[in-house]
């Protein structure tokens, strides 16, 4: 009986160490992000900000795998604290483009050592077991 059901055994699901080592650093970032008052969630949205600027909230969704209901409240609160503007696309309204303010780009300084705090820090993997992590997270995401 037990061997009928054997998929469903936790060691044999490769979904559960993914959403477990997805906890795991997310709470190492949090005492870093925590002062700032970002969540781990605002913080690579901002990340992807500081490199491209201005972009639809679309383009933001598909480069960070987020719905734009995850997306949309998260971004009215930036948008209120003052870190991004939103605005209506003037060739089609139903498109939200979102932009990076001055208060958002001054973010960049309080955060550009964070990465660096974090590197290695607990972490048993090679540099070389760390690209090849990276490498397959990122085919497995592709495969949508």
């Known amino acids: ?16 160490p993914l959403y477990a080592c997805g906890r ?4 190492r970032y949090t005492p870093y992000l925590k002062p700032l008052g970002l969540t781990y969630t605002q913080y690579v949205v901002f990340m992807v900000l500081w490199e491209k600027e201005s972009m639809t909230v679309g383009q933001l969704g598909s480069i960070l795998h987020l719905d734009a209901g995850t997306l ?30 001055d208060k958002g780009n001054a973010l960049k300084e309080k955060c550009k ?18 690209k090849e992590l990276y490498r397959l997270l990122y085919k497995f995401l592709e495969d949508d």
Do not use: H, W
Not at 1 to 16: D, I, T
């Open 24 to 27: 795991k650093i997310v709470s």
């Open 72 to 101: 949309t409240p998260l971004l009215k609160n930036l948008e209120k604290e003052g870190y991004i503007n939103r605005a209506r696309s003037i060739d089609d309204e139903r498109v939200t483009i979102i932009s990076i303010t």
């Open 113 to 130: 050592d964070i990465p660096l705090k974090l590197a290695g820090k607990g972490s048993s993997l090679s540099p070389e077991d760390a």
């Open 1 to 16: 009986m037990a061997q009928e059901y054997g998929q469903l055994l936790l060691k044999n699901q490769l979904c559960f």
